[in-house]
């Protein structure tokens, strides 16, 4: 069993950020330069500042339970997949769901992007280890039958299935009217690599990060996001942004499926990647215990300042939380940077850098962005 990504917005074993409260100081910017979060400004949405904790997802107890669930059954090799020795090969499995991003579908009526989703969200685990994804089983329960919501969730897993080039295997439909209110959707991935195919994971000092924009929030830390947003809007508001009709839309903007960089990936000598989901940028440290100094990052969408405003959320738990505008990062040799980026739509971001050698054992993996170290 891997260590989970989408916390209450993707499975059980999840894990979507750490809750930290609200800093004391405000950031000044990574070297010489201004903050560029979410926003310039400190929120000034109305209320109390909203952590991820206040909205309901208690990461440490999360994180207590997924120990607990690892130390009976164990965990398998592998960190953004389970990866099982089959000979020459290995066998990968990645499983992880929609989360409470459901309930905004639900609110407008609109399942059709979810399937994308749920697909993303397992087959961008799956590119981070260096593994090509093969096939897909699909988990909809449900309390009622609905042919109407069934259909358009189908086509989400069709349209995700045929950008990350893969097929859909077949799946299961439970009715549990005593269990589900509503649906919940999830899914697992299978995929294959050759044994030296994988990425090591293993980031390197001197190492750059090149980065790939995000498509918005995609999956991850909807509680948080939800909460902010419904403070005074309904998912049906206009939206305040230019890009969606309302407020919802933006939300269900579908999770970027990544699986066209896994041969660029590897023709360029990457070490490692990481999915930037939960947990936000502190992902980058499951790369090995260094430093990354992110300079450069994708600026963030709108969305994310209209979820920071209106929850007054601080941009070191945004950070925490959210991909921030930048959904995938690899580290690899420089010299190949420039080229990988050139190659995709990604940019050089950053480097990896040792690590401060009076840092405790348990803070050894740090992430220099925007001002903040997280």
């Known amino acids: 069993m891997t260590e989970g990504d989408a916390g209450d917005d993707g499975g059980a074993s999840g894990s979507d950020g750490q809750p930290t409260g609200a800093g004391d100081e405000e950031p000044t910017g990574a070297g010489d330069e201004e903050p560029t979060g ?17 909205a309901g997802v208690d990461i440490d107890a999360s994180e207590a339970a997924t120990a607990a669930l690892i130390g009976v059954v164990g965990e398998a090799e592998g960190d953004y997949a389970g990866l099982l020795d089959i000979g ?24 059709s992007t979810v399937g994308i989703d749920c697909i993303a969200m397992n087959v961008n685990d799956l590119v981070a280890a260096g593994v090509r994804p093969v096939a897909f089983v699909d988990y909809l329960a449900v309390d009622e039958p609905d042919e109407r919501f069934a259909e358009q969730v189908g086509e989400g897993l069709a349209r995700g299935a045929e950008l990350a080039d893969m097929e859909l295997v077949g799946g299961e439909t439970a009715v549990m009217p005593d269990v589900i209110s509503g649906l919940d959707l999830a899914g697992t991935c299978a995929g294959l690599a050759a044994k030296d195919a994988v990425f090591d994971g293993a980031a390197r000092p001197g190492d750059a990060l090149v980065g790939w924009e995000s498509s918005g929030i995609h999956s991850n830390g909807l509680t948080l996001a939800r909460e902010a947003a419904t403070r005074e809007h309904a998912y049906t508001d206009p939206c305040p942004f230019e890009g969606y009709g309302t407020v919802g839309e933006a939300l269900l903007e579908p999770t970027r499926i990544y699986a066209d960089l896994l041969d660029p990936l590897r023709s360029h000598g990457a070490r490692g990647a990481a999915h930037v989901t939960g947990g936000g940028w502190t992902n980058l440290t499951r790369l090995g215990d260094r430093r990354y100094v992110v300079d450069d990052a994708f600026d963030p969408q709108p969305v994310f300042e209209f979820v920071q405003s209106e929850g007054s959320v601080s941009d070191e738990e945004m950070h925490r939380t959210f991909n921030m505008g930048t959904g995938f990062v690899a580290a690899l040799d420089p010299e190949a940077a420039e080229s990988l980026a050139a190659a995709t739509d990604g940019r ?27």
């Open 38 to 54: 979410a926003g310039d400004e400190e929120p000034t949405g109305d209320g109390d500042e909203l952590t991820y904790a206040d």
């Open 88 to 111: 020459d090969r290995y066998l990968a499995l990645a499983t992880d769901g929609v989360g409470t991003k459901l309930l905004v579908a639900e609110a407008l009526g609109d399942y």
């Open 348 to 374: 050089v971001i950053g480097r990896v850098a040792e690590t401060d050698a009076t840092a405790a054992d348990d803070e050894a993996g740090t992430v220099s962005i925007r001002g903040m170290e997280l």
